[in-house]
């Protein structure tokens, strides 16, 4: 089982940048593959980025993200993150931490996490 809490999101101004957390709380942690979604309303959630088990892995971004968002894990403090840079508006979205735990590699596929938190609101003003 696990457990997962996000927090860091909030508004800020096009540009300008943000750092999501995700704390996990479970055994599993260290073993597992860890992802970023986001969701708006009326449309499907996306991947974001993902990252294998081991710090210093793999990892794994969408092309509308890639160059700004970095993620990342600290599994000493069973936490991982994604710093987000040059926001846009376009990035607005409640962002969902989640968890894969059968493999441990890094997926943009949404149906192979087990695991899900309750989503952090980014907005990001023009």
């Known amino acids: 089982q696990l457990q997962l809490d996000e927090s860091g999101g909030g508004l800020v101004q096009a540009g300008g940048s943000l750092r999501l957390s995700c704390l996990a709380s479970g055994r599993t942690f260290g073993s597992a593959a860890m992802g970023w979604f986001r969701q708006t309303p009326g449309k499907e959630r996306e991947f974001v980025a993902a990252?294998?088990?081991?710090?210093?892995?793999?990892?794994y971004y969408a092309d509308s993200v890639k160059g700004r968002f970095t993620i990342s894990r600290d599994n000493a403090k069973n936490t991982v993150y994604l710093q987000m840079n040059s926001l846009k508006p376009e990035d607005t979205a409640v962002y969902y931490c989640a968890a894969e735990t059968n493999r441990g590699i890094a997926t943009p596929q949404i149906h192979e996490y087990d695991y899900w938190g309750q989503g952090t609101q980014v907005t990001v003003s023009s």
């Open positions: 990252i294998s088990w081991w710090s210093g892995s793999s990892t």
